[in-house]
């Protein structure tokens, strides 16, 4: 679960805006909604059951990537393999702290704070962090922020990089 970076990053944008230049916020939202909350407390309830990886790594795959990436030949394997190769998985605590934060976390009383230039780029299938959040959080921050669409899932990164990178490059440039 990778959802806290951006927390912290609007964090970062409001109480340090006379250090911070410009911020891009990527799959983000002012809080959690309850279904990925669901979701991801039954990964949780996985760990907790000592369930082989596989099962909570394919769990969330749906959620975290688009149909079209998952389609591709292997893919899932592929996926699978790379978290069953991580040399340092979350722990279950680690994995509960991290819950119990996002599930505190709210912003969108304060994102009018923001006064830097801001990127925003939502997966137009992010089911996570949906586009009409992300256009949410855009709105609350004003005239600051752009929003960049582009496709993919929650882990628009890994699906579309290439994208991901020219966005910001042209934001920072």
């Given at each position: 679960?990778g959802l806290l970076g951006v927390y912290i990053a609007q964090n970062i944008a409001k109480r340090?805006?006379?250090?911070?230049?410009?911020?891009?916020?990527?799959?983000?939202?002012?809080?959690?909604?309850?279904?990925?909350?669901?979701?991801?407390?039954l990964v949780g309830d996985f760990h907790r059951m000592n369930l082989p990886l596989v099962y909570?790594?394919?769990?969330?795959?749906?959620?975290?990537?688009?149909?079209?990436?998952?389609?591709?030949?292997?893919?899932?394997?592929?996926?699978?393999?790379?978290?069953?190769?991580?040399?340092?998985?979350?722990?279950?605590?680690?994995?509960?702290?991290?819950?119990?934060?996002?599930?505190?976390?709210?912003?969108?009383?304060?994102?009018?704070?923001?006064?830097?230039?801001?990127?925003?780029?939502?997966?137009?299938?992010?089911?996570?962090?949906?586009?009409?959040?992300?256009?949410?959080?855009?709105?609350?921050?004003?005239?600051?922020?752009?929003?960049?669409?582009?496709?993919?899932?929650?882990?628009?990164?890994?699906?579309?990089?290439?994208?991901?990178?020219?966005?910001?490059?042209?934001?920072?440039?």
């Open positions: 679960m340090y805006r006379d250090q911070v230049k410009k911020i891009v916020l990527m799959n983000t939202f002012y809080s959690l909604t309850k279904l990925p909350e669901m979701v991801f407390e909570r790594v394919r769990s969330v795959l749906p959620w975290v990537y688009s149909e079209k990436f998952l389609s591709q030949p292997n893919q899932i394997e592929n996926l699978i393999n790379f978290a069953e190769q991580n040399p340092h998985p979350q722990s279950l605590v680690g994995y509960e702290r991290q819950l119990e934060a996002l599930k505190l976390f709210e912003s969108r009383s304060w994102l009018h704070e923001i006064k830097l230039p801001t990127l925003i780029i939502a997966g137009e299938e992010d089911i996570i962090a949906p586009v009409a959040g992300a256009k949410e959080v855009q709105n609350r921050i004003g005239n600051h922020a752009q929003m960049t669409v582009i496709p993919g899932g929650h882990a628009s990164p890994i699906e579309q990089p290439l994208e991901v990178v020219n966005a910001i490059l042209g934001f920072i440039d």
